[in-house]
């Protein structure tokens, strides 16, 4: 078996055993029929079409801009913006924590890990750690070792995270292409029901997930296909009536901090790839139609009538698409060693087994491990920093470094280090990483 294949059943198992989560579901093949509704969905006919050159309107001229409200791009917005410098973050969608909240991936993994001397303890800090204890102290979150939160709750505590330190928040825009000279960005075009507009930045953080941002700008990156699901809620698990005649065990998720709420992770189709749009569109489709009848089918089990589907994800679940070509790849081997860097942003956890030299670590006894700096600054193209699941690392690390706390931890140091590079007058590539570490600290991050 290759590493890769036994890293994707690891995790499989691991998510499984350590937060009964790991549902996996079988896909049915459609019919014939129900095949032919699918099949509108053109594959792009190869031929082009030349769009007229226009002036844009300029909306802003900042400081820095996140492009993405997920975990990463709001712990960047809210950790420029603490630093003083004006911060506009661009977020598509209606609300921030991305697949954290409207990907319904509820669980913040890893926020804890071994130490040198093997005691498992707290890792994630600073403004992913200030998120997380807020929706503790809200009562909207459950499991002190990687919680699992309420969505609409981390929805609340985000956005009042962003309006606090004065974010310019911009929701319901996607920024569809960027702004080059030479080599360095200049801002972003982004589209909305106002049109066409640029934002001009001093620098940018690519928050993306999917790393469009560095794509745009033309930085080399790997692609990584991977299992795309499609998380979802049911309600009423409080009533479930387990001493009915008939009553069987089924599959119904995971709690949540509201009582009568499970959570639904779904594996889905392995393989997948995100970045193209008829394959998304296909998947949600069947996604949709094969929840919907598995639900009915629980509601028709005995015990289990009034269950209901109380929402599917608003975000499909993409796990992985682009991945930088950065400055530094951070490899396994740097997390399973406690190996230390001279420019480190933050620490992140173990969640799962991982296979090392041969041997099965179990996520109980694997060490915290630090993140450079050099694994957010893409190669090519200057001013630009990238956060989140699409920072530099290699494929085998896949599993630590998409989680939600990796994104937290790389989103807060990318905001901080734009915040230095706009008070310096300095290209993010030059700044001091003493000073950054110092602002980190200041900021409540660990590094170690
Ligand atoms: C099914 C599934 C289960 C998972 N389970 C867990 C789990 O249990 N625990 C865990 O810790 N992690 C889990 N993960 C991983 C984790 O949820 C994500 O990797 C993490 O949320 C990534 O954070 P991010 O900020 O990098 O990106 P995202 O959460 O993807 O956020 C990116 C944001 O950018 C916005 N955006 C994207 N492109 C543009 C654009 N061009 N213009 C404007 N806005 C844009 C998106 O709308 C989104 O809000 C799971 C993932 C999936 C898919």
Redesign the pocket.
Do not use: H, K, S
């Given at each position: 078996m290759k590493r890769r294949d036994f890293v994707s059943r690891v995790i499989i198992t691991g998510g499984a055993v350590s937060?009964g989560?790991g549902c996996r579901r079988k896909i049915e093949p459609l019919s014939g029929e129900k095949e032919k509704n699918t099949d509108l969905l053109n594959k792009p006919t190869g031929r082009t079409i030349k769009e007229p050159e226009k002036q844009i309107p300029i909306l802003a001229e900042t400081d820095v801009l996140v492009?993405?409200?997920?975990?990463?791009?709001t712990a960047a917005a809210v950790a420029a913006s603490r630093t003083g410098a004006e911060t506009y973050l661009?977020?598509?969608?209606n609300h921030l924590g991305?697949?954290?909240t409207?990907?319904l991936?509820l669980?913040?993994?890893s926020t804890h890990a071994v130490d040198k001397n093997k005691n498992r303890k707290q890792v994630i800090f600073g403004i992913g750690g200030e998120m997380s204890k807020r929706l503790t102290d809200l009562g909207m979150s459950i499991n002190e070792v990687n919680p699992v939160v309420d969505p609409e709750a981390a929805k609340y505590v985000l956005e009042e995270m962003i309006r606090e330190s004065g974010v310019k928040m911009l929701y319901h825009?996607?920024?569809s292409n960027v702004i080059i000279e030479g080599n360095t960005i200049k801002g972003v075009f982004v589209e909305s029901k106002s049109g066409r507009m640029a934002i001009l930045a001093k620098v940018v953080i690519d928050?993306?997930?999917?790393g469009?941002i560095f794509h745009l700008a033309g930085d080399n990156y790997d692609v990584m296909n991977y299992a795309i699901?499609l998380?979802h809620r049911l309600g009423n698990i409080d009533r479930i009536d387990s001493k009915k005649p008939g009553y069987v065990k089924m599959n119904i998720g995971g709690p949540t901090p509201l009582k009568s709420v499970n959570w639904v992770?779904?594996w889905g189709k392995e393989n997948q790839d995100a970045l193209d749009v008829t394959n998304l569109s296909k998947l949600q489709m069947d996604y949709r139609k094969e929840i919907w009848e598995n639900v009915q089918k629980i509601r028709q089990t005995p015990g289990y009538e009034e269950v209901f589907l109380l929402d599917t994800a608003s975000?499909l679940?993409?796990?992985m698409s682009r991945i930088l070509d950065g400055e530094y790849r951070l490899s396994l081997e740097d997390t399973m060693t406690f190996k230390s860097f001279n420019d480190v942003i933050g620490i992140s956890g173990a969640w799962t087994t991982m296979l090392y030299k041969g041997k099965k670590i179990p996520s109980k006894e694997r060490p915290f491990w630090q993140i450079p700096y050099r694994s957010l600054i893409p190669k090519k193209t200057d001013n630009l920093l990238v956060a989140?699941?699409?920072f530099c690392f290699e494929r085998e690390l896949v599993e630590d470094t998409?989680?939600?706390?990796t994104?937290l931890v790389t989103?807060h140091g990318a905001g901080a280090a734009a915040g230095l590079a706009v008070k310096e007058r300095k290209s993010v590539k030059d700044i001091d990483v003493r000073k950054l570490k110092d602002l980190l600290v200041q900021q409540g991050a660990w590094l170690g």
């Open positions: 937060l989560i492009i993405g409200g997920g975990p990463a791009g661009v977020e598509r969608y991305g697949l954290w409207g990907g991936v669980p913040l993994l825009t996607w920024a928050c993306t997930g999917d469009d699901g998380n992770n779904m975000q679940g993409v796990r989140g699941r699409c998409r989680i939600i706390g994104c989103g």
